[in-house]
């Protein structure tokens, strides 16, 4: 690697660290205003959906057709103010907004919804949101349009049979403009994934459905993510999955690796303060 792609990655990486960090701060206030705030699994996927805007999608202004923009459809709708985040910290809406989700004349409301500028689909129940990917990435290459679908699916929902539906149909169709990334954090609404329903060899049934697989061992580490994704882009005649490993609540020591949603009023005034 050259030095000049060594610096030009040093500072990208940089930059979208520095934008997670906001993002952790504004979740946090969500949570702090709103109980029903999937706490746990927004702070997990911080840095998957930080990286894919900013590292591997090109730059977005939200009001551009179908054909002429990278797609992020983010398939775990529950997560979604981890999306918000993202936009708040990017200016894409006001931030002040944050503390508005949820309510009845909010932008803002519980699952993404399509009304919202840069939200590309609106999700929610489950593996629907990577049928749609599937969908828009065949779309894209009848159009002969050139860009590509990101979808974020948590390791929960893989327990849905349409994820493994639509999986097929993506590498029946050679769709190498879609990449999944898969927010590994072990758990889901009931607890630990193993226990709730055991996903079993999961590197494995991704390529058994003809996917090429990358396994990212640190899912918080920009640096890993940003190769993952390049080497996505790299991938010919098939679709990619990334399985990223992460922990779940990351940043809220006392969620952190556990199902738990919800934090103390006093725990998010001091997570805060640490953040200011």
């Given amino acids: 690697m050259s030095k000049l792609i060594e610096v030009t990655t040093s500072e990208k990486v940089k930059k979208i660290e520095e934008v997670a960090k906001l993002m952790r701060k504004y979740i946090i206030e969500m949570a702090s205003v709103e109980k029903t705030v999937h706490l746990g699994s927004s702070m997990s996927v911080v840095e998957i959906l930080a990286t894919i805007w900013l590292g591997a999608m090109e730059p977005r202004k939200c009001d551009e057709r179908p054909t002429e923009h990278d797609w992020l459809i983010l398939s775990k709708g529950h997560a979604v103010p981890a999306f918000y985040a993202l936009l708040a910290a990017l200016e894409l809406i006001p931030p002040h907004w944050v503390k508005t989700i949820r309510d009845i004349s909010s932008p803002l409301q519980g699952h993404p919804d399509d009304t919202l500028a840069c939200v590309d689909a609106p999700t929610g129940s489950l593996a629907q949101g990577f049928s749609f990917a599937t969908g828009v990435a065949k ?78 061992d640190d899912g918080h580490d920009v640096a890993s993510l940003l190769e993952a994704l390049e080497e996505a882009k790299n991938v010919k005649g098939k679709p990619t999955v990334i399985l990223a490993k992460t922990v779940r609540g990351k940043g809220v020591p006392s969620i952190e690796g556990t199902k738990q949603q919800r934090i103390e009023p006093s725990e998010a005034r001091k997570l805060l303060e640490e953040m200011s």
């Fill in 139 to 216: 779309g894209l290459k009848m159009k002969g349009s050139k860009k590509r679908v990101y979808v974020v699916l948590g390791d929960g929902e893989l327990d849905e049979g349409e994820v493994w539906e639509a999986a097929s149909t993506a590498a029946a169709h050679s769709l190498d403009n879609l990449t999944a990334v898969v927010d590994w954090n072990g758990f889901q609404l009931d607890g630990e994934t193993f226990k709730v329903k055991n996903k079993g060899d999961l590197i494995g049934k991704w390529k058994a459905f003809g996917w090429h697989v990358i396994v990212v």
